[in-house]
């Protein structure tokens, strides 16, 4: 049974990959993003729940459109309550993505093949026994493994909930901010290019999200040293 979720999950991942990467596209959520703007004027609490879960499915089962919908939550629900929904949604998705696979995985805890062979993976193993915490918290500050082996690698090397969670919760909170932003910012543009003129689009919000995007893209450089001395 336990071996049978990982298959479920893997199953779910390969078909969002095959069938949902166009629906993932800014071209296809502009269309969306009106409809539910129409919800939302109705239903407001409903729209934001629902996002959260849609959101959180998406981390979770490692199907594709996580930043479109980062960028989305910002053109819903502006920058705050944007934030807010994209945190608990991302966090509670890579929290319950790591209980799943550490639950369908726990045979491989005790021993066995752990199903990473590759160097990188293996430097990461063992600097997660010496630096836990600060080799978790690189894990999502940086893109060292994609946000979803993120998930899974932890789970299936025994980590422990707590400071898979809080680490977790802290890595992501400056992308969250930052893509938030930027879909606030680009709110015209991305619901069908209704703004007016491209001047339109250059507001102080745009510009710092600019900024932000800049400062999270060199931060891998920034960080390097760290990475080395922990040998991920």
Not at 62 to 69: I, R
Not at 169 to 198: F, H, M, N, R
Not at 200 to 228: M, S
């Amino acid at each position: 049974m336990r071996k049978g979720l990982l298959a479920i999950m893997g199953v779910i991942a390969v078909f969002g990959a095959v069938f949902l990467r166009d629906y993932a596209s800014l071209t296809q959520v502009a269309d969306i993003l009106q409809h539910w703007q129409a919800v939302q004027a109705e239903y407001p609490l409903m729209t934001f729940i629902g996002f959260v879960l849609l959101y959180a499915v998406v981390v979770t089962f490692s199907l594709p459109g996580a930043l479109v919908l980062s960028l989305s939550g910002g053109v819903l629900f502006g920058l705050y309550l944007g934030g807010l929904a994209n945190f608990i949604a991302a966090w509670s998705g890579a929290v319950i993505a790591f209980l799943m696979v550490r639950w369908g995985a726990h045979a491989l805890h005790n021993g066995g093949d752990n199903g990473a062979h590759s160097q990188r993976f293996l430097n990461i193993k063992n600097a997660l026994e010496h630096n836990q915490i600060t080799v978790l918290f690189m894990l999502r500050l940086i893109p060292v493994v994609p946000f979803f082996l993120a998930n899974v690698l932890p789970a299936l090397w025994g980590v422990r909930l707590r400071p898979y969670a809080v680490t977790t919760g802290l890595g992501i909170i400056p992308g969250c901010i930052v893509y938030t932003a930027a879909g606030d910012a680009a709110k015209e543009a991305l619901l069908l290019g209704a703004a007016g003129s491209a001047s339109d689009l250059i507001t102080p919000q745009a510009i710092w999200a600019l900024f932000g995007l800049a400062a999270l893209a060199v931060l891998p450089a920034v960080l390097a040293p760290l990475r080395r001395r922990l040998g991920v």
